[in-house]
Nanobody, 120 residues
Framework: QVQLVESGGGLVQAGGSLRLSCAASGSIFSINFMGWYRRAPGKQRELVAVITGGGSTNYADSVKGRFTISRDNAKNTVLLQMNRLNSEDTAVYYC??????????????WGQGTQVTVSS
């Protein structure tokens, strides 16, 4: 009933930029926070950035000052602008959102993941 569809991943050289986009669709009544996680090869999934419905943000220390998260509440979309990318940013990036579906209450939903590869 709810889908999160990501786009914008790819291959970029170190120092370059990418912008990830995630759009939520379906029987959405309300969205609380939206965020991005990533899983690098051989590592656990980690939080990259999160944004509340009111626009408050939180970032992993490793991306502060380089990544910017934003959202368009009218379009149920969250963006992640990634600048000054380095090899440590190589990972599969997942969109996450806490969504209220009419009749089902609040649940966490995940996108399918998009690969970001930074070449040195």
């Amino acid at each position: 009933q709810v889908q999160l569809v990501e786009s914008g991943g790819g291959l970029v050289q170190a120092g370059g930029s990418l912008r990830l986009s995630c759009a939520a669709s379906g029987s959405i009544f309300s969205i609380n926070f939206m965020g991005w996680y990533r899983r690098a090869p051989g590592k656990q999934r980690e939080l990259v950035a999160v944004i509340t419905g009111g626009g408050s943000t939180n970032y992993a220390d490793s991306v502060k000052g380089r990544f910017t998260i934003s959202r368009d509440n009218a379009k149920n979309t969250v963006l992640l602008q990634m600048n000054r990318l380095n090899s440590e940013d190589t990972a599969v990036y997942y969109c996450n959102a806490r969504i209220e579906v009419a009749g089902l209450g609040w649940n966490d939903y995940w996108g399918q993941g998009t690969q970001v590869t930074v070449s040195s």
